[in-house]
């Protein structure tokens, strides 16, 4: 994995912008430890930061390839898993490739192919591509979103970066919030609207999307997205297909030069993914390395919800003696928590899901100090429909966005000359309405069918964006390269597919995904009730929050955040003892108290000028 970031301009001499560049390659050095590169010419410069994985001679950046009389230039975040068959098909067409590199599969793909390369690439990725002699930028995002790529549009030129703080170290875009940005933040955050990179002129391409920039200007093209098929299989048919998309997409992610091992968390998706790992690196006489994260003393204050129905400590411990793994338990402290809520602000650009990100973030930096890339189970519940809200017919029914149901509540919160500037419900139902009506679907579908549909269409573009945004920024922000099988867009096309009958099989959740494995876990992990991302459950969470709110924001009258909420809703929040979730089922009374403490931090660090 890698941090790219580059400037076209048709107005300027790109470089004479070299100093630009290298502050944009410098803040993006904790995605790319290992290496670091630059090109520059009269109208396009990139810059690179590179974690080896693949390669590490061969592989470096930015990469230069003659082809057709002309020059082609590449940045490239993210890994490639069918290299070897895209390096047959090309060589069969007489592309020679001078390293094992991914990277020179993608380029020498689209030299070949164009931008119908991008068909044939099963991955994750974000590149760039400059072709000097027709002085055109072709930048493509992959399918599911899992790399990130962000641009602005500047006088006569663009800029990019896998993170947003590249763009803002150029210093041709300022970090200015204007009235959507605060819609985002205070009614959608942590999640994001498709394309919004929040700050004014900084967008993000969308998942499954290209662009090209030439002098003839901008344009953005979706060249993938879910679409509805006949369903023809029979279930013992889709149990064998899906048993193979499963175990394919991961034994592909394990190929690597450098170390590879799994988180684990005792829950389904990981343990699946932990089990395939496990048989796969024993036929090569490995032996798989397995982490999860605890919280100090979670056990002596753990609650059983409706949510979150039993800790994970016990089921880790079946697992890791199922699998025979070197086992490594990191446990976080509340203080430590605490502090990497700021962290995770600098890791993300953006205030995000508060210790569920800080916690991950810390997670990270401890399984880097003896690895390099990890797979995790991220996805399965969006794909499988393993939430909730996939199975309570009263939740799946209910209009709008099922994780977010409290615009009331964030409303709440907004200074009154905020609340007249706002029509919060008009901005999220449109956000709402807009994705629905993207919903591919064959006709005469079953109401249930029809809304399963919507479902999946919803939690793809949103919440699933909101968890690879976070699981993205804070394993880069470590140095440590984090891949998510489940996000196999060849499993996510033929699920969208698959009947909900088919998928709820033995009216249980992920019930298809349980039965397609079943012979890869122990009983009693196989069929354990879904328990999300653990989070501390320590009363000493909430009583720290609670003070750095006093301490940071409640004691100065000119805490940036007074700007957009009210103080008394704050005063409020830190009194309130019937939580109202503010996303999901991860973030109740402590994380949002956390999270608008990420705000302010957020608006006084990166020097926001709200508009």
């Excluded at 790319?32 to 590490?56: E, M, N, T, W």
Aim: net charge neutral; aromatic share 12%.
């Amino acid at each position: 994995m890698c941090g790219i970031a580059g400037e076209i301009s048709f107005t300027s001499d790109v470089r004479e912008h070299q100093n630009q560049l290298l502050l944009m390659q410098k803040v993006l050095a904790p995605r790319g430890p290992d290496q670091k590169g630059l090109y520059l010419s009269p109208h396009a410069g990139f810059a690179h930061r590179r974690l080896c994985v693949i390669d590490p001679d061969g592989g470096k950046q930015p990469m230069i390839r003659s082809f057709g009389g002309g020059n082609y230039v590449i940045v490239y975040n993210g890994e490639l898993y069918n290299t070897a068959q895209i390096r047959s098909e090309l060589e069969q067409q007489g592309a020679v490739f001078t390293t094992h590199s991914d990277t020179e599969a993608v380029l020498l793909s689209y030299l070949h192919w164009g931008d119908a390369c991008l068909q044939k690439l099963n991955g994750i990725f974000a590149f760039a591509i400059w072709d000097e002699n027709n002085r055109r930028l072709f930048a493509a995002r992959d399918r599911i979103g899992v790399k990130p790529f962000f641009f602005a549009e500047t006088k006569g030129g663009l800029l990019f970066s896998s993170e947003i703080k590249g763009i803002l170290a150029h210093g041709a875009i300022e970090p200015i919030l204007e009235q959507d940005g605060v819609a985002e933040i205070l009614l959608m955050g942590p999640g994001r609207t498709p394309g919004c990179g929040v700050f004014r002129d900084i967008r993000e391409l969308k998942p499954g999307y290209f662009l090209t920039f030439g002098e003839n200007g901008l344009k953005e093209t979706q060249y993938w997205k879910l679409l509805d098929h006949p369903f023809t299989d029979s279930f013992s048919q889709c149990v064998e297909k899906t048993r193979f998309l499963v175990t394919d997409a991961i034994e592909r992610q394990l190929v690597s030069d450098v170390p590879v091992c799994t988180f684990l968390s005792g829950g389904l998706d990981s343990s699946l993914i932990s089990s395939v790992a496990s048989r796969y690196f024993a036929k090569q006489g490995k032996k798989l390395s397995t982490f999860s994260v605890g919280y100090k003393d979670n056990e002596k204050y753990f609650k059983k919800s409706k949510f979150q129905p039993n800790s994970d400590p016990a089921y880790i411990r079946i697992m890791a003696d199922y699998l025979g793994s070197d086992h490594h338990d990191v446990i976080l402290d509340t203080p430590e928590l605490v502090r990497g809520l700021y962290d995770a602000v600098d890791a993300r650009d953006l205030p995000g899901m508060a210790d569920v990100d800080s916690s991950l973030l810390l997670f990270c930096r401890e399984i880097k100090k003896t690895g390099t890339v990890a797979l995790s189970g991220e996805c399965a519940d969006e794909i499988f429909g393993g939430y909730p809200w996939y199975r309570d017919p009263q939740i799946r029914s209910r209009y709008g966005f099922p994780w977010a149901q409290t615009t009331d509540y964030r409303m709440g919160f907004l200074r009154d000359e905020w609340a007249q500037k706002i029509d919060g419900h008009a901005y999220v139902d449109a956000r709402y309405r807009a994705t629905l009506a993207q919903t591919d679907r064959q006709p005469g579908l079953s109401e249930t069918e029809n809304r399963m549909k919507e479902m999946m269409n919803l939690n793809v573009h949103w919440f699933m964006q909101t968890l690879l945004d976070r699981k993205d920024r804070m394993s880069m922000a470590t140095g440590l390269e984090v891949r998510v099988p489940f996000c196999d867009y060849r499993i996510a096309e033929y699920l969208y597919t698959v009947p909900w009958e088919f998928k709820d099989y033995n009216h249980t959740e992920k019930g298809l995904l349980r039965e397609a494995m079943k012979d890869y876990l122990p009983d009693e992990v196989l069929w354990r009730k879904k328990s999300p991302y653990p989070k501390t459950h320590h009363p000493a969470y909430r009583a720290a929050v609670e003070r750095e709110m006093r301490e940071t924001i409640l004691s100065d009258p000119n805490a940036p955040i007074l700007q957009l909420v009210k103080r008394d809703a704050l005063t409020h929040l830190l009194e309130e003892s019937n939580p109202t979730p503010w996303y999901g089922q991860l973030m109740n009374t402590p994380q949002t108290i956390a999270y608008l403490l990420q705000v302010n931090y957020w608006l006084q660090k990166y020097r926001v000028d709200i508009r």
